[in-house]
């Protein structure tokens, strides 16, 4: 069936870079992105998100790019810091559908 | 955003057993739904829960393995039944969600930490 995935598992990070996370989805009708952290013990919690007619959306240290071309999707984090060390999923939603799709998690470790 | 508690925040359990976790939103909200995730994994949607119906299950999860009460717009509870080491997993439920053309985050409780001995 259609899903959600991502290309790397594990991303170390040195403190003060940036940080790039991918995501690729298969399901050309997904209209609306979502990116979650998850820290140890927690639930997730929501970053950042983005619509299909959208191919770039800024937050606070964070950008998410959108290629429908591809169905890739990316979060950038701007000098990583210590407290962004988490797992990163990305989800797709259909607005229709109501439902989310998460990704495989992409562990983030930042070194001091 | 809403403020979502999940009760209890971990247990261990015998196996055979139920247990039932409790999710308080702190406001009304139309969507809640129900998560799996098992340990070193992703998120699994078990079940939306409706107000004043039966819950919509998602394709593996039976209702008489987890049955979900919805009583009001504030309140769910999620039962794991008949436990075994298979069910332990965090749980964890979400408030929000888009519908009818409109998008919206979902937002996440704590979860609830499940061990079945």
């Known amino acids: 069936g259609e899903s959600v995935g991502l290309h790397l598992p594990t991303l170390s990070v040195q403190e003060g870079d940036n940080s790039i996370i991918n995501c690729a989805y298969s399901?050309?009708?997904?209209?609306?992105f979502i990116w979650y952290k998850q820290e140890s013990g927690k639930g997730p919690q929501f970053i950042i998100d983005?619509?299909?007619?959208?191919d770039k959306r800024q937050g606070q240290r964070v950008t998410v790019l959108l290629n429908k071309t591809v169905k890739h999707l990316s979060l950038q984090i701007a000098a990583t810091q210590p407290g962004d060390s988490a797992v990163y999923f990305c989800a797709e939603n259909k607005a229709a559908g109501n439902k989310l799709t998460f990704g495989g998690g992409t562990r983030v470790l930042v070194k001091p | 955003s809403a403020v979502i508690s999940q009760k209890p925040s971990r247990d261990i359990c015998q196996r055979g057993t139920s247990l039932t976790i409790q999710c308080q939103v702190d406001?009304?909200?139309?969507?809640m739904f129900w998560y799996r995730q098992q340990p070193g994994q992703s998120l699994t949607l078990i079940a939306t829960a409706n107000q004043g119906s039966e819950a919509t299950y998602e394709s593996g999860f039976v209702i008489d393995k987890f049955p979900i009460s919805r009583p009001n717009l504030t309140f769910s509870t999620l039962t794991v039944s008949n436990m075994s080491p298979e069910d332990s997993s965090i749980y964890l439920c979400?408030?929000?969600?888009?519908?009818?053309?409109?998008?919206?985050?979902?937002?996440f409780g704590p979860g609830t930490r499940l061990t079945v001995l």
């Open positions: 399901n050309s009708a997904s209209d609306y």
């Open positions: 979400s408030v929000g969600g888009s519908e009818g053309g409109t998008y919206n985050e979902q937002f």
């Open positions: 983005i619509r299909s007619n959208m």
């Open positions: 406001s009304q909200v139309t969507m």
